[in-house]
């Protein structure tokens, strides 16, 4: 309405308009924003084109943060429930009540009566990343866990295992390449994950440009294949049946090479050993690729001078996942490509990379498995439980159960298959804290919700993603918005609540807090130079003080003055209107950035070569009828931005794919709604009839299900959307890495007259 504005305001008494540039929080991709205010209101959001990382590109989401930070339904105040009903509170109130309920029961059953959760959002805040760690030390218990194992801890644990840390993920150096191969991603429409790299689209269509050819393996015919030059369908769940087929196939016709790294890599003998019995015609019926197709593709790889082979969470989040994950850069390694320009390249982050500190070339590697969960007796992964096993430690009696839970940027109850028994289990909690912005669908079950600040209204620096960047570069953003009176910063409530667990109380000055950690963690990692340390922080405090250590101490730093040319945190704010600091394309780092106590590439890592016994004994399994998967849509964000008006807009996202033969099968109408029943229980949906599909498919997005009581989601309850994890067993994981099966499930699927479409009927138990 700014005809509104302009007729009514006096113009000579408002403030001038001014020029914001943040980088987007929302997904990997990480965009640099130009974002326009006049008067504390956001008029404009566009692509900062002279953003040195992603050169102005933006997608309707970036957009959307102006919905975001103007939507009614986000929290501005802490909520308590009193009598079953949320009232607003004080901060003291909220941290009061903290204060009163969680101590006695940590004092009555142990530390592992707690549990904390930690959500997607959390990857994009350099407050909770860096604060939460020291609240999950504090309580001290084993109930750790993230959205991790439902998305991408195959792939950490076999980078892990072959390089020596979680986030040294090897990542397609696309400026240069001339063929990439990718399976089970969408970057289309996801903007890349596991590998940050703003607009695709257009970085594609430059590589098709040189000469160089883009290929899907996808069971859908998906955005980012129609733009390939070829797409094959793949049976969900089929991966490691495909990537050990080519494999076996580079060993058969003598196509192994290992290029650069050859001096650097350990166990090729025992992999060609462990992928003999899988001959491209053995796995071709699994797989659902033709055994010529599979031999194809090898052969492509292996005689491409450059060439890169890239997947995310299709291949991820499928009980193969770690397997599938491993064999994905073992045909980086085997065809010479890791490590090589055009190849697969590892990027040298400013700030917080492991593989930048401690000595070149060496670490301690990772272990997994030093603790179990205690009802299942799934191992650890990185200090964390599998997430498909929280609601049975809150269900489950017995020392050690679960009785009091933090949530932090989580919407489990719809982002977790079985959603529908944690949601149930969250009810039987003694206390619940959720740090989030919404009365959600998890927030829901909470007795005290702690609201962060809006995105617009804090000081942003990526720590995990310019470790997976596609080009070196260095950026960080100062708030757009003021933060409402009051509203502290989130590593502020992070750290009053780690004083609260601590025994100290709700009372402490955050910066006293602060003070005292920063001087402790200096202390340990710099020894005999702390002071000097706190010394040049001086002034600074919070995330900004552990970014300029880092920075400084980092691969380009100024180490505190020895190299004054070199990066400070200073400098990088000063750099934030002209669009950054660029550092560079991906260079060769093999041998300099391993952490493997061996200091070699480990290929052939006895867990992965005992559990390419799982594969094959599965290939006597019958296949189902008909496969459930998940699919992302650009105007949405996992769980959580359906209440905003620019994204909820148009057509009706959640539908059922379902290919033309399925549905003459199963007697679907296109537009109508469909009863789509696991073991577990159904849901209804609408079916869009769709050729994109591999036969015996269906796809039906995540994240959607907001019919449940008591979210405060007014726009999104208008369009719930059916459940697709209220399909899912929990029970299903990959078993090395924990993570969840989100894919490749069984349904059965059939139509739905009028009379059976209560809206009460969304998720029927079958
Ligand atoms: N079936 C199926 N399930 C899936 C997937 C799938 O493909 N298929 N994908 C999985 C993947 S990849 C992921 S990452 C997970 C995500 O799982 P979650 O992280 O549990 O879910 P999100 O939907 O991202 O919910 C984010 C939560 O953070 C809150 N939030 C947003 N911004 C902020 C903030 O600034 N601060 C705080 N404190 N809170 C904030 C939101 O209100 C919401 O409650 O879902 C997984 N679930
Ligand atoms: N617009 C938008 N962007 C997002 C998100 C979002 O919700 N919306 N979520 C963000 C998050 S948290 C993440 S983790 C990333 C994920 O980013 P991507 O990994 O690109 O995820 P998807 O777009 O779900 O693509 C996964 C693809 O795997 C396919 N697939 C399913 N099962 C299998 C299988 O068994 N094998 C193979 N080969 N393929 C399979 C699906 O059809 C789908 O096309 O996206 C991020 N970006
Ligand atoms: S692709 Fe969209 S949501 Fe992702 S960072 Fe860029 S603008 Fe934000
Ligand atoms: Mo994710």
Not at 183 to 212: E, H, Y
Not at 300 to 327: K, M, P
Request: glycine share 8%.
């Amino acid at each position: 309405m700014t005809w509104h504005a302009n007729t009514l305001m006096d113009h000579k008494d408002s403030m001038p308009d001014t020029t914001h540039y943040r980088i987007c929080p929302l997904c990997e991709a990480c965009c640099g924003l130009e974002i326009k205010v006049r008067d504390a209101q956001v008029i404009s959001i566009r692509g900062h084109a002279q953003d040195v990382f992603s050169a102005g590109y933006i997608c309707p989401k970036g957009v959307a943060l102006k919905d975001l930070h103007e939507d009614p339904d986000r929290l501005r105040t802490p909520m308590v429930k009193r009598d079953g009903v949320f009232v607003p509170a004080s901060w003291g109130e909220a941290f009061a009540e903290i204060e009163r309920r969680l101590p006695p029961l940590m004092a009555a059953h142990g530390r592992d009566a707690t549990a904390v959760v930690i959500g997607n959002p959390a990857a994009h805040k350099i407050g909770l990343l860096s604060y939460f760690p020291k609240l999950a030390r504090a309580l001290g218990t084993k109930n750790v866990f993230s959205a991790s194992t439902l998305d991408q801890m195959p792939k950490q644990l076999a980078s892990g295992l072959m390089f020596g840390h979680w986030l040294s993920v090897a990542l397609p150096d696309i400026a240069r390449t001339d063929f990439l191969l990718v399976i089970g991603a969408n970057p289309l429409v996801s903007n890349g994950c596991m590998w940050t790299v703003p607009d695709f689209r257009s970085k594609a269509k430059a590589m098709q440009a040189r000469g160089g050819k883009l290929v899907v393996i996808d069971p859908r015919r998906t955005e980012t294949a129609a733009i390939a030059d070829a797409h094959h369908f793949i049976r969900p769940g089929g991966d490691v049946f495909l990537l050990a087929a080519m494999v076996q196939s580079l060993f058969a016709e003598g196509l192994t090479s290992l290029g650069a790294v050859q001096e650097w890599v350990n166990g090729v003998d025992e992999v060609q050993q462990a992928v003999a019995p899988f001959t491209p015609e053995a796995m071709a019926g699994r797989c659902g690729l033709a055994a010529e197709t599979i031999r194809q593709l090898a052969r492509t790889l292996a005689h491409t001078g450059r060439a890169a082979v890239y997947a995310r969470i299709g291949t991820c989040t499928q009980e193969y996942g770690t397997l599938s994950s491993w064999l994905v850069d073992m045909l980086n390694v085997l065809t010479g490509h890791l490590d090589s320009p055009g190849g697969v390249l590892f990027a040298k982050s400013a700030a917080f990379a492991a593989n930048t500190s401690g000595k070149p070339g060496i670490g301690k590697g990772v272990a997994t498995g030093r603790h179990t969960a205690r009802v299942s007796g799934a191992p650890e992964v990185y200090g964390e439980l599998p997430m498909t096993c929280l609601a049975e430690e809150i269900e489950t009696p017995g020392v050690g159960q679960v009785r009091a839970l933090f949530t932090v940027a989580t919407n489990a109850v719809l982002s977790s298959p079985n959603g529908p028994r944690l949601a149930a289990a969250l009810d039987t909690l003694d206390f619940m804290v959720s740090l989030d912005i919404y009365i959600n669908e998890t927030t829901r079950h909470a007795d005290v919700i702690l609201p962060a600040p809006s995105s617009l209204e804090d000081f942003h620096y990526d720590v995990a993603f310019p470790q997976l960047s596609w080009r070196n570069h260095a950026r960080c953003s100062p708030p757009v918005l003021p933060r409402d009176l009051g509203q502290p910063e989130e590593w502020e409530t992070l750290l009053k609540l780690t004083a609260i667990v601590q025994g100290k109380g709700a009372s402490p000055a955050v910066k006293a807090l602060d003070d005292a950690q920063f001087a402790e963690d200096t202390q340990r990692l710099f020894g005999a130079h702390a002071q000097a340390v706190i010394d040049a922080t001086q002034g600074l405090h919070g995330p900004q003080r552990l970014l300029d250590v880092a920075l400084r101490s980092g691969p380009y730093g100024d180490g505190f003055g020895r190299k004054p040319e070199g990066l400070t945190l200073a400098k990088v704010m000063a750099a934030n209107a002209s669009g950054g600091i660029d550092l560079g394309e991906l260079q060769p780092r093999i041998p300099e950035m391993l952490r493997t106590p061996s200091g070699k590439i480990e290929l052939a890592p006895p867990s992965l070569l005992h559990d390419l016994q799982r594969p094959l004994v599965d290939l006597a399994r019958p296949m189902p009828d008909l496969v459930i998967i998940g699919r992302r849509d650009v105007r949405t964000n996992n769980s959580w931005m359906h209440n905003l008006p620019v994204l909820a807009k148009g057509p009706f996202r959640c539908t059922a794919l379902v290919h033309p033969t399925d549905a003459d099968r199963l007697g679907l109408q296109d537009g109508a709604l469909a009863r789509i029943a696991s073991g577990l229980r159904s849901v209804l949906a609408q079916v869009h009839v769709s050729d994109e599909m591999m036969p015996g498919v269906v796809s039906l997005p995540h994240g959607w299900g907001h019919d449940l009581p008591g979210a405060q989601l007014r726009l999104a309850v208008e369009r719930p959307g059916a459940n697709i994890n209220a399909l899912l067993d929990e029970q299903l994981r990959d078993p090395l890495s924990g993570n969840a099966v989100l894919g490749g499930v069984a349904i059965t699927m059939h139509a739905v007259n009028y009379c059976d479409r209560s809206s009460s009927d969304h998720q029927k138990p079958v």
